[in-house]
Structures are given as structure tokens and as C-alpha cells.
């Protein structure tokens, strides 16, 4: 398995701003991977964050809105920009170990 | 594209009842199949998955799950459920090492009343 911690764990922003949530993996994983939990919905997957290279984001994403990085292989962060009430969600981390995807336990994101 | 099909919304149960959650995908190939479960306040945990060999596949909390390739389903199955079973349930479905993302069911919300 994998033991991945988020920073901040639940944040109220307000509309405009900007808000960067920081993931941390307890060891080194090749993939990294940002979803988005809408209220009463299910898990979307917003981009792919190898390091090294750019996230490859996932259709409905574009990276001026959620610009992510990833400096080594045990960290990764999203930043979602400029943001609307529309962007209130759970936002979560994800890790693949042996073709399996591990989660972060979420940011909760208020956008008012 | 995949798609993974729950067709129960919610499922509420009494103790001890048995339980079984639908899952149903829309891939002709080889996937690899998931159940994860969100308790309340928590975060998503890995229950069981298959990605080869016996179909039915054991998970923890007693939970197992049947692989039925003709019927392109992945059912979660559980003989007795306890309050604490109370969560939300979510199948997903990958493509062995494809380049293509984890793709989730809408998720079933479990509610265990005494």
C-alpha cells in the first residue's frame, strides 16, 4: 500500500483566489495522480503527474486552471486557480503501487 | 471509452442482512477490476481487486467479489453486514498497464440501520 498525507486538509477560499494543496508519499512512486470529487458525485481523474515531465491532463482540464508539479518522487502539488464556487469539491492524490492506485485522505475545498 | 455502470444509488439494510452491490462495465478486453470504500469522514481505501486467475476474489471486512466475464460484472458481496459496513462503495475498472486512467462508477452509498 502507500501512506500519502495532503496539505490542507479542508480550506474556504474565497472566488478569484488561488489555492495550492501539497501531497507527500511516504516513498518513491513513478506515478502521481490528481482527481476531483464533486459534491454527491463520483471521482474524476484531472491529470497525471509523472516527475520529470509535464502532467498530462484529462479532457474537461486544462493546466492555466490547475497547474501541478511535481519536483521529485514523493511529492506533487495542485493548484487551482483563479477559482469559482463551481471548483468547490474534494480534490485527492493518488499513488500506483503494483498497478493498484492508493488516496490521500482529500482537501476539502470551499469556494464562496 | 470505459464506463462503469452501479445501478444502486443507495442500499439501505438492516444488520446481518446480506449485501450485494452491482457493478457493471463496458470494456470487451482485459481490465482490472476495484472496489474501494469511503467510511464517513475518511478516506478511500482499497477493498479488493481482481486482476487475474479466480474469479471470486476475497477483500477485507469480509467483503468478497465475483468476476463474471460474460456478464462484464464485478459484484460486491458481503453475507452479513454490521453497522460500521455503513460507507460509500465504488467500483473501477483500469486497463493493465495501458496508458489509459482509472475510470470510477458513480458509487453506491451503504447505509447499515440496527
Known amino acids: 500500500s502507500a501512506v500519502i498525507s495532503q496539505k490542507p486538509s479542508r480550506d474556504i477560499c474565497q472566488r478569484g483566489t488561488s489555492l495550492t494543496i501539497q501531497c507527500q508519499v511516504d516513498?518513491?512512486?513513478?506515478?502521481m495522480f490528481w482527481y476531483r470529487q464533486q459534491p454527491g458525485q463520483s471521482l474524476t481523474l484531472i491529470a497525471t503527474?509523472?516527475?520529470?515531465?509535464?502532467?498530462?491532463?484529462e479532457s474537461g482540464f486544462v493546466i492555466d486552471k490547475f497547474p501541478i508539479s511535481r519536483p521529485n518522487l514523493t511529492f506533487s502539488t495542485l493548484t487551482v486557480s483563479n477559482m469559482s464556487p463551481e471548483d468547490s469539491s474534494i480534490y485527492l492524490c493518488?499513488?500506483?503501487?503494483?498497478?493498484?492506485?492508493?488516496f490521500g485522505p482529500g482537501t476539502r475545498l470551499l469556494v464562496l | 471509452a470505459q464506463s462503469v455502470s452501479q445501478h444502486n444509488h443507495h442500499v439501505i439494510l438492516s444488520e446481518a442482512a446480506s449485501l450485494e452491490l452491482g457493478c457493471n462495465y463496458s470494456?470487451?478486453?482485459?481490465?482490472?477490476l476495484f472496489w474501494y470504500v469511503q467510511y464517513p469522514g475518511q478516506h478511500l481505501q482499497l477493498l479488493l481487486k481482481?486482476?487475474?486467475?479466480?474469479?471470486l476474489v476475497k477483500g477485507i471486512k469480509g467483503f468478497e467479489a465475483e468476476f463474471i466475464k460474460s456478464k462484464f460484472s464485478f459484484n460486491l458481496r458481503k453475507p452479513s453486514v454490521q453497522w460500521s459496513d455503513t460507507a460509500e462503495y465504488f467500483c473501477?475498472?483500469?486497463?493493465?498497464?495501458?496508458?489509459?486512467?482509472?475510470?470510477f462508477g458513480k458509487g453506491t452509498r451503504l447505509s447499515v440501520i440496527a
Open positions: 516513498s518513491q512512486v513513478t506515478m
Open positions: 473501477a475498472v483500469i486497463l493493465p498497464r495501458g496508458n489509459t486512467p482509472l475510470v
Open positions: 470494456y470487451g478486453g482485459t481490465v482490472n
Open positions: 481482481y486482476f487475474s486467475g479466480d474469479p
Open positions: 493518488s499513488v500506483e503501487r503494483v498497478e493498484t492506485q492508493y
Open positions: 503527474a509523472n516527475q520529470g515531465s509535464e502532467a498530462t491532463y
